[in-house]
């Protein structure tokens, strides 16, 4: 192995700029363009098992501890999916299963109570911004320590805090500030729903099934998906901007995040294919002295 990665590193030695940046497209293209059906599962799967835990539990089928845990796990499931599809890595404008690609976006995100439309244009701007402190819309996840951003997660999620502003302003920035309202209806829905429950004997239940386990998956998604992989989120530029990590609880339960790298340089690979791509593409990686950690 050790002989394959010198010659390896030989070759790439050999190699110009513009020679590396073809050899480095060629390599990515080969996890690209192909239908990630298990995402696809996924994302309506996970919201149909989401939807069959209230009844479960209203009608004393399973425990109300049981369905805080599923709930939980369903709402902490329930963005990657969307995000394939923001990216349009299931179908892209134009093709036959567009339709596919919108409705995954879409129904994915309802535990999370996360419109599709402002999670895809205000995440794009995040890829086109990222690290920066006046246009990443998710730049005030970044925090000094684990910690820290568990502070920031919470204080990030109180009236005016300047991660509630960032979204709102980033859609008013690139002018689609009309999607605000997919929000308002969103949140007006949810809220509807929960004084609802509240009312009629199930305030409880309203608050394991869904208000909870909301809270806990969102700062685990900001987690990983945001504030681990940009760490210190200092730096701007292609191969600067995002590192490698090793997480604690592996790559399944970082959410595939370890490899977020190769997410930010080719943003058409499905996450199942990251690690694979990483692994073929890391000797150039290194040539580009990205900060890949302990990967």
């Known amino acids: 192995m050790s002989q394959t990665m010198n010659k390896a590193t030989v070759s790439l030695d050999s190699l110009n700029e513009a020679e590396l940046d073809v050899l480095e497209r060629k390599i990515a293209g080969k996890y690209m363009n192909m239908v990630p059906w298990g995402v696809v599962v996924w994302g309506i799967g996970n919201l149909i098992a989401w939807l069959a835990v209230w009844p479960l539990v209203l009608m004393d089928i399973i425990p109300l501890w049981l369905g805080f845990i599923l709930a939980t796990l369903n709402v902490a499931l329930s963005y990657l999916p969307s995000h394939e599809a ?30 599709y439309r402002v999670l895809r ?27 820290h951003f568990l502070w920031k997660s919470i204080m990030n999620r109180q009236p005016g805090s300047g991660t509630g502003k960032a979204y709102p302003e980033t859609l008013k920035r690139t002018g689609k500030e009309h999607m605000i309202l997919d929000a308002v209806i969103y949140q007006g829905v949810y809220l509807v729903i929960m004084f609802t429950l509240a ?29 681990a992989p940009h760490h210190p989120g200092n730096e701007q530029g292609r191969y600067t901007d995002t590192r490698g990590f090793k997480s604690r609880l592996g790559n399944l339960l970082s959410m595939g995040m370890q490899y977020h790298i190769i997410h930010h340089l080719y943003p058409r690979i499905p996450l199942s294919l990251t690690p694979a791509a990483y692994r073929e593409l890391k000797p150039i990686l290194q040539r580009r002295a990205c900060n890949l950690g302990e990967l």
């Open 86 to 115: 923001q990216h349009n890595i299931i179908a892209s404008k134009g093709q036959p299963l567009r339709w596919l690609n919108e409705l995954v976006g879409h129904l994915s995100t309802i535990p999370l109570v996360s419109p």
């Open 121 to 147: 244009y205000t995440h794009y701007e995040h890829h086109s911004h990222t690290n920066d402190p006046q246009l990443d819309p998710d730049f005030n996840v970044h925090a000094n320590s684990g910690w």
């Open 199 to 227: 009312w009629a004997g199930y305030a409880i239940e309203a608050a394991l099934l869904w208000w909870v386990p909301k809270q806990i998956a969102t700062t685990y998604i900001e987690y990983y998906l945001s504030w």
